[in-house]
């Protein structure tokens, strides 16, 4: 562990101003999603905007590709927490059927498989299969979130801990930590978010 935090320590004169940055918006929105406050989409775009530049330096391809969904789900997200009800209500927190999760990790770990190949045998990209996993699901976590689905926080739960690995080797410290931090957070997000929906029934 005291090797983990000299590494730390070590290599936190090279973050950049922009990867901090980054990173206090992003924990922002996580904060401000678990409270379901609507800012926290202000904080989403905000911070995949910086990312998208980060994670092409540090040629992860299809992170940066997803950064560039996330600013627009940033504003489809604001939207549909500020619309979607139909009724000018609340958007509310639901459960999706077992069987919509399963197609769409049938379908994430297909479309993952090609784009992984892809990547591996066009590109110069870091670890194409799990960084095209990573993407893909984070895409379909996104849009949960976006309609307030609550499984959406065990999409974010696995999702996060493969991330952590990957930004640690590509010299992303500071966002692996971000995402620790994240890992930390989701039990929380989904106590929340499911005490919101059982008082919403009630």
Wanted: with cysteine; aromatic share 18%; hydrophobic share 60%.
């Amino acid at each position: 562990m005291s090797s983990v935090w000299s590494t730390l320590l070590e290599q936190a004169r090279g973050w950049s101003l922009w990867e901090i940055v980054a990173v206090v918006l992003a924990v922002a929105y996580l904060l401000l999603a678990i409270r379901q406050n609507i800012w926290c989409w202000l904080c989403a775009g905000l911070s995949t905007a910086i990312y998208v530049y980060l994670f092409v330096d540090a040629r992860l391809y299809m992170e940066s590709a997803l950064n560039v969904f996330y600013f627009a789900m940033a504003v489809y997200g604001w939207y549909a927490w500020r619309y979607g009800s139909g009724d000018g209500a609340e958007l509310p927190v639901t459960v999706w059927p077992l069987k919509v999760h399963a197609i769409a990790v049938a379908m994430i770990i297909a479309v993952a498989g090609l784009n992984g190949y892809l990547l591996a045998s066009y590109t110069d990209a870091e670890f194409p299969y799990l960084d095209s996993l990573t993407t893909w699901a984070a895409i379909w976590a996104t849009f949960l979130i976006a309609r307030k689905v609550l499984e959406n926080w065990a999409y974010l739960l696995v999702i996060d801990i493969v991330s952590i690995g990957i930004y640690w080797v590509r010299g992303l410290e500071l966002t692996a930590l971000l995402f620790v931090l994240y890992v930390i957070m989701i039990p929380f997000g989904f106590l929340s978010w499911r005490r919101s929906m059982r008082l919403a029934r009630a």
